[in-house]
């Protein structure tokens, strides 16, 4: 296995990412820092000794994340890399998991695999709890996923024009109903992986408080994927978007978060752009 990671970057707290970074960096051949925003590695005492494992690419535009992983599938099959991992800024591997984790690939490797994926870790409550060596799943995550290289040139790579969000489900979905290529997960690896920025507003409720452009995305990209793929789309992911990301979202805004009108409107121009198949970057 040649593996070449990538990791995504915009406005990261830094001592978490050089956290992160160390977790995984021993374990791949190159890692690609894409900068979605200012962001200098260079002066870290503690990333000196892999200096020429990591390579800094994108010139601080906030791109998204679809073409940024595609700056990466494209760097992968030029430099003849047989697998990418792809990488959240603040995700990290527990222990020596992405270690064993490439073993299980090598030992598991089939044609009809597009996607190896990790048992993801959200504040200490793991998706999966099997003893199961793997797992048969219709989508997971990016960060901590596997891709091999050769699936990339049938799937022709992350579709741009959602930005951010429901990037990662599309993938999965589009390679099995045009490929038949599977997602696996392996329970016993362990991603540790943090979802939304969680605070406790009003009356002792908890919210997710996601930025108005992260309200927004969610939305629209969910209902966009859920016409596009409507038996694969997942009915507890239905569930969550009616309730927990439209309904329950607009109650906590108004009775606990910051910038009420631009999350209000991020709600109401989400579900308008996802009926109207809406792609590219909206500006709330």
Not at 90 to 117: C, E, P
Not at 198 to 219: C, E, V
Request: net charge positive; charged share 20%.
């Amino acid at each position: 296995m040649k593996l070449v990671a990538i990791v995504v970057l915009y406005q990261p707290k830094l001592e978490d990412l050089i956290r992160n970074i160390l977790s995984y960096v021993n374990d791949v051949d190159l890692l690609l820092a894409y900068n979605n925003s200012i962001v200098c590695l260079d002066g870290f005492s503690e990333l000196q000794p892999f200096r020429n494992k990591i390579l800094q690419i994108g010139n601080g535009e906030n791109v998204g994340i679809a073409t940024a992983l595609n700056a990466a599938v494209k760097w992968a099959e030029d430099n003849s890399y047989t697998h990418l991992l792809t990488l959240d800024q603040d995700s990290y591997f527990y222990n020596d998991h992405l270690t064993i984790f490439k073993q299980l690939i090598v030992d598991y490797q089939m044609d009809d695999i597009g996607v190896y994926a990790p048992n993801l870790d959200n504040r200490g409550n793991l998706c999966f709890n099997s003893n199961s060596k793997v797992l048969d799943v219709n989508d997971t995550i990016t960060s901590g996923s596997i891709f091999p290289t050769k699936t990339f040139i049938k799937s022709k790579g992350f579709e741009d024009g959602l930005f951010i969000d429901a990037v990662d489900y599309e993938y999965c979905y589009r390679i099995k109903s045009l490929y038949g290529l599977r997602t696996v997960i392996f329970p016993e690896i362990h991603l540790i992986h943090e979802v939304g920025y969680p605070k406790r507003i009003l009356f002792g409720f908890m919210t997710d408080n996601y930025s108005a452009m992260r309200t927004y995305f969610i939305i629209r990209n969910h209902i966009i994927i859920w016409n596009r793929y409507p038996k694969l789309f997942q009915k507890s992911y239905k569930i969550t978007l009616i309730k927990l990301h439209i309904l329950n979202r607009v109650f906590k805004i108004i009775i606990g978060e910051q910038n009420k009108i631009y999350k209000l409107k991020a709600v109401v121009m989400g579900i308008v752009h996802g009926f109207a198949k809406r792609k590219g970057y909206y500006k709330i």
